[in-house]
């Protein structure tokens, strides 16, 4: 039976009406451009490392290269408030930092939507009062 269902699977990945991997390269990269177009709009320095249908934020100024980076550079304790808000808005977002997420073929565009406005939400709460900077904003892609 285990095979059946593997042999099933492979054959709708490979199905090119269903187009599997374009579409959760398209609903990855929307993602990606709403997150980072929102994360700029508030001010909120973060990378986001992406691969097709999975991603993760890092709140830091570049990419991190390994997880000592990670350790030295990424604001876990604005991660955690981000993913807390995020999951109180219905966007379940592993709560753990710098846990990736990803994106299946049951999503649609409109789940993205929904997550972008969530998100949009959330930064407006989590950066409300915080632009007392006198550096501007900095974006790391």
């Known amino acids: 039976m285990s095979v059946v269902a593997a042999l099933a699977c492979l054959n709708k990945l490979m199905d090119r009406q269903l187009d599997v991997y374009g579409k959760l390269e398209r609903l990855g990269r929307r993602l990606e451009d709403g997150q980072r177009d929102l994360f700029a709009r508030y001010g909120v320095t973060a990378c986001i490392s992406r691969l097709g249908s999975?991603?993760?934020?890092?709140?830091?100024?570049?990419?991190?290269?390994?997880?000592?980076?990670?350790?030295?550079?990424?604001?876990?304790?604005?991660?955690?408030?981000?993913?807390?808000?995020?999951?109180?808005?219905?966007?379940?977002?592993?709560?753990?930092?710098?846990?990736?997420?990803?994106?299946?073929?049951?999503?649609?565009?409109?789940?993205?939507?929904?997550?972008?406005?969530?998100?949009d939400d959330a930064l407006r709460e989590l950066t409300r009062g915080a632009k007392t900077s006198s550096q501007p904003p900095s974006i790391a892609r």
């Open 54 to 119: 999975a991603s993760c934020v890092y709140f830091c100024e570049r990419e991190p290269a390994d997880w000592w980076d990670i350790l030295e550079h990424h604001d876990h304790a604005f991660d955690l408030r981000y993913r807390r808000a995020l999951i109180e808005r219905g966007i379940y977002h592993f709560p753990v930092p710098v846990k990736q997420g990803s994106i299946s073929f049951a999503h649609t565009n409109a789940d993205i939507d929904r997550t972008l406005e969530a998100t």
